[in-house]
């Protein structure tokens, strides 16, 4: 089992920035991803960002440009970085670890319990 433990949320004026970050700890398979997913009040969570170990990305289209995902595989580590942040970006943010290359949910995983980001004026 993997422990994720996040920091970086808060709360930012639309236009600003934030950086989160996710360090894994436990029993860590060599092979993996790791993301970030989102979800807001009254609707599903959504994946925002995800990287495997040789550094290939995927990021879904609304944030594309603003937010960059990075890692560091020595530290077992992954980073969300937040610029231009809008009040859609609004949510309660996870950390999430999935062995393997699969870039979709499965049992595996494990999930970080969640840091708030809310963009507001």
């Known amino acids: 089992h993997v422990q994720l433990v996040e920091s970086g949320g808060g709360l930012v004026q639309p236009g600003g920035s934030l950086r989160l970050s996710c360090a894994a700890s436990g029993t860590i398979e060599s092979i993996n991803v790791m993301g970030w997913y989102r979800q807001a009040p009254g609707k599903q969570r959504e994946l925002v960002a995800a990287i495997n170990g040789v550094g290939t990305t995927k990021v879904v289209d609304s944030v594309k440009g603003r937010f960059t995902i990075s890692r560091d595989n020595t530290k077992n580590s992954v980073a969300l970085q937040m610029n231009s942040l809008k009040p859609e970006d609004t949510a309660v943010y996870y950390c999430?670890?999935?062995?393997?290359?699969?870039?979709?949910?499965?049992?595996?995983?494990?999930w970080g319990q969640g840091t708030q980001v809310t963009v507001s004026s």
């Open positions: 999430n670890f999935r062995p393997g290359w699969a870039w979709s949910p499965g049992r595996s995983d494990s």
